[in-house]
């Protein structure tokens, strides 16, 4: 079965480092969304692609977050320098189409951070 | 704008026991509404859904029924399992309005043997 590969699985870095996030959507889905979910919380969206157009970054922190899907397929999350509240899970998730009632995300397993 | 609260949790209950986890929301227009489901070490996954008024989702013995007169969307199982403990999400999308999915803050629900 398709699945939305993520990785890492688990980073621990330091304040002011860079982190970096990786996704790999399910072959075939155009739309690649980014969110942050903060424990004991649900998800918020970060940023939402369509191919390698951003549709929404509203609530992207511009300062410190980047997100770019170059060709369209993978997409990378950066955040450049860490801080302690950014320690959280980073879900990417995909979908074949948006905006006709479908609403079916497909969700990786997620990239957890701890930044100390 | 939209938002979707749900029952603040842990939920706990024994094996075979009726489940309810209540959700509401706001929306400006006429939204779809989803329950996500989180398992362990899992990512989420939709759980199941409904479209309009009145609808009813269904799935894996879970269901819920879209109310537009109480603006709720109440996850409901009538005998459940030590294999439905996870986090549950109720979530909204407004299609008329910005496409963007919102979701509420999850109720972890235990199940005891």
């Known amino acids: 079965e398709a699945e939305v590969a993520q990785s890492p699985r688990y980073k621990i870095t330091e304040k002011s480092q860079a982190v970096a996030f990786w996704c790999d959507p399910i072959s075939g889905h155009a739309t690649l969304y980014w969110y942050r979910q903060i424990l004991g919380q649900g998800p918020e969206l970060l940023v939402q692609f369509q191919d390698e157009s951003v549709v929404d970054d509203s609530q992207l922190p511009k300062d410190r977050f980047s997100a770019e899907r170059l060709k369209g397929v993978d997409s990378t999350l950066k955040i450049q320098p860490a801080e302690l509240g950014d320690s959280a899970m980073y879900l990417c998730?995909?979908?074949?189409?948006?905006?006709?009632?479908?609403?079916?995300?497909?969700f990786g397993e997620g990239s957890r951070l701890t930044v100390l | 704008g939209n938002s979707v609260t749900q029952m603040e949790g842990p939920v706990t209950l024994s094996e075979e026991a009726f489940l309810t986890i209540n959700c509401t929301y706001t929306?400006?227009?006429?939204?779809?509404l989803f329950w996500y489901v989180q398992y362990p070490g899992e990512g989420l996954q939709l759980l199941l859904k409904a479209t309009k008024a009145d609808d009813k989702g269904s799935n894996k013995g879970f269901e819920a029924t879209y109310r537009k007169e109480t603006t709720s969307f109440h996850l409901e199982k009538g005998s459940v399992q030590v294999s439905d403990s996870a986090v549950y999400f109720c979530a909204l999308i407004d299609v008329n309005r910005d496409d963007k999915i919102i979701f509420g803050k999850g109720t972890r629900l235990h199940i005891l043997p």
């Open positions: 929306a400006t227009g006429y939204p779809s």
């Open positions: 998730a995909s979908s074949l189409v948006v905006g006709l009632d479908t609403g079916e995300l497909f």
